[in-house]
């Protein structure tokens, strides 16, 4: 083969150089995808969102930053806590509450490109993992809320490459910084909770395939757990002994393992929740428009059938090393790298299927987002590594659709994310965004009108979260409508951020000449006023 016909498949992905410089432009694409007209997309901050940037400006104000914090159902202190930092930087923004996200969610295409090329042994399964994860919708949309989820990628992914990168260059440190950041996932998630099957799993899996493991790498591991403990330890001493109630939240109540949710049907429900989570990534995915965009798949085309075929390859490659393990003591130290794939995709699915309420659920599934999208990259690998052997008619004719596949993928997705998800009225809906129009609203009323807003407890937050300082603003549930004083000579107005025309109506009522005023805009996000 000549020199100019080789250069047009191989070798640039082995320059460093030229692999930095690729990884760079993904890198910058997800950033940019990820803080691109954030103020506007999604519309609003949603009320679990503002409840976070609450606790976040409270601990700013008392100084009082959390391990764990009880309101909404408690919650794990650390992204609070970064968030509150964001917010001393960027303000009560809608920028200050989700540059934690907008950051971590960058920081996991970084480590997917890490581990995917540690496990692989090829920058270019990194590149192709990183760009999977850039232009994933699923991964786009959790980069944009302000939920804590969102570290649980960034922490499997550099916590697990860093471990990886220990076994190949049995250096201490490597396992000490692995353990270290694994130890901080307690601190991000509840879905991190069961990521130490993968793990144990991980452990039996080297012992198997790799002669004296054990005592070539006690130490190894010794430093491993160390790490993890210091890093854990706040948490841990907060679940088992200072507060043990809060290692219980809510998960129990929706649970399939809850003879009240179950009600006796156990396996019958398991397999229902079990085909949902699957089902998921490429027939019918999650309905909730804040996590995807329902009907569809939360993967797109290409991904979807990239992962299916990735996954049928690690089946069959996992029971064929099995087989060669035992039958032919044949010690393969690619079976580490299938079962830790395998392992880590299904006990991350165990968040999603034992819980019942909402499957499928891509966001308590979010833990599998990094090992989909490097299973993914299998197909792919598989194809340009073997483009070589192919004539050039037929090589350049695999080049095209190669290209127009990665084309597809990142225009599939982006513009799904930013126009059709973008001007839905459902996602208006879905993130409240009337909450922002009257956010908007009131701030355009002078600071000595009194503003009176009738609303529920969650949908407050949002408004609390955006005005923190603004004054003359009084809350009250529906119930309480009936006790607001109003005047002709009251500088006052009654907002209800909701059509509860029961309450409204009533509330007309009390003053028969208020004048009655709707607000909204095209997308249907509507508020009603009551003004003299």
């Given at each position: ?14 320059d ?23 103020e ?36 794990e202190?650390?992204f ?26 960058t ?5 997917v490109?890490?581990?995917a090329?540690e496990?692989?042994g ?34 499997l992914?550099?916590?697990f ?30 879905a ?11 452990l ?13 790498y006690?130490?190894h ?12 330890a ?18 129990s ?6 003879p ?7 396996l019958?429900?398991?397999?229902k929740?079990?085909?949902?989570s ?29 992962f299916?075929?990735?996954l049928?390859?690690?089946f069959?490659?996992?029971?064929h090393?099995l ?9 393969d ?9 395998l ?5 991350l699915?165990i968040?999603?299927?034992?819980a019942?309420?909402?499957n ?15 299973i ?6 598989w ?6 052997s192919f004539g050039n008619?037929?090589k ?10 990665f084309?597809?993928?990142?225009i599939?997705?982006t513009v ?15 993130f409240e ?26 949908q ?17 549930y ?10 002709h000579?009251?500088n ?22 208020i004048?009655?005023e ?10 009603y006023?009551?003004?003299y």
């Amino acid at each position: 083969m000549k020199k100019d016909e080789k250069s047009l498949v191989t070798p640039w992905y082995k320059d460093k150089l030229m692999v930095a410089g690729a990884l760079l432009v993904i890198l910058l694409a997800a950033f940019t995808l990820r803080i691109s007209n954030i103020e506007n997309i999604p519309y609003s901050i949603f009320p679990d969102e503002a409840q976070n940037g609450i606790d976040a400006q409270n601990a700013n104000t008392t100084g009082q930053y959390k391990l764990f914090y009880e309101s909404n159902n408690g919650r794990e202190g650390l992204f609070i806590n970064i968030q509150a930092m964001s917010i001393k930087a960027f303000g009560n923004t809608t920028l200050g509450l989700k540059f934690p996200s907008i950051a971590f969610g960058t920081l996991a295409v970084l480590g997917v490109f890490l581990l995917a090329s540690e496990l692989f042994g090829s920058y270019l399964a990194g590149l192709i993992g990183a760009y999977l994860t850039t232009f994933s919708y699923w991964a786009i949309n959790f980069s944009r809320i302000g939920f804590r989820a969102i570290m649980l990628p960034f922490i499997l992914t550099f916590a697990f490459y860093f471990l990886f990168r220990g076994l190949r260059t049995k250096k201490l440190h490597d396992f000490i910084i692995a353990g270290f950041i694994y130890g901080l996932g307690l601190h991000t998630y509840i879905a991190f909770r069961v990521s130490p099957i993968v793990l144990i799993v991980l452990l039996i899996s080297l012992t198997i395939t790799r002669e004296k493991f054990l005592k070539n790498y006690w130490k190894h591991v010794l430093v491993f757990a160390v790490a993890m403990f210091i890093s854990a330890a706040p948490m841990l001493l907060d679940f088992f002994y200072w507060n043990p109630q809060h290692y219980a939240s809510r998960t129990s109540e929706i649970s399939i393992l809850n003879p009240a949710v179950n009600k006796g049907s156990l396996l019958p429900v398991l397999a229902k929740t079990f085909g949902l989570s699957l089902a998921k990534y490429n027939f019918w995915g999650d309905q909730n428009m804040r996590q995807n965009y329902p009907p569809y798949p939360i993967l797109n085309p290409i991904t979807g059938v990239a992962f299916l075929v990735g996954l049928i390859y690690i089946f069959t490659a996992f029971f064929h090393l099995l087989y060669k393990r035992f039958k032919k003591k044949v010690r393969d130290q690619k079976f580490d790298v299938y079962v830790f794939l395998l392992v880590w995709f299904f006990a991350l699915l165990i968040p999603e299927f034992l819980a019942y309420e909402g499957n499928p659920h891509a966001l308590r599934s979010i833990g599998t987002l990094p090992v989909v999208m490097i299973i993914s990259v299998l197909p792919f690998l598989w194809i340009i590594k073997k483009i070589n052997s192919f004539g050039n008619s037929f090589k350049i004719f695999i080049l095209s659709i190669l290209i127009a596949a990665f084309a597809f993928i990142a225009i599939f997705d982006t513009v799904k994310y930013f126009v059709f998800f973008a001007s839905s009225p459902a996602q208006h809906a879905a993130f409240e965004g009337n909450l922002k129009e009257v956010s908007n609203y009131v701030r355009l009323l002078p600071p000595e009108t009194q503003k009176n807003i009738v609303t529920g407890s969650m949908q407050r937050l949002t408004l609390q979260y955006l005005n923190p300082n603004l004054p003359n603003i009084t809350y009250f549930y529906p119930g309480q409508a009936a006790s607001i004083n109003l005047t002709h000579e009251s500088n006052a107005v009654i907002i209800f951020t909701n059509s509860d025309w029961e309450t409204i109506n009533a509330t007309r009522n009390l003053f028969p000449d208020i004048t009655f005023e709707q607000r909204n805009n095209k997308f249907e996000d509507t508020f009603y006023i009551l003004k003299y």
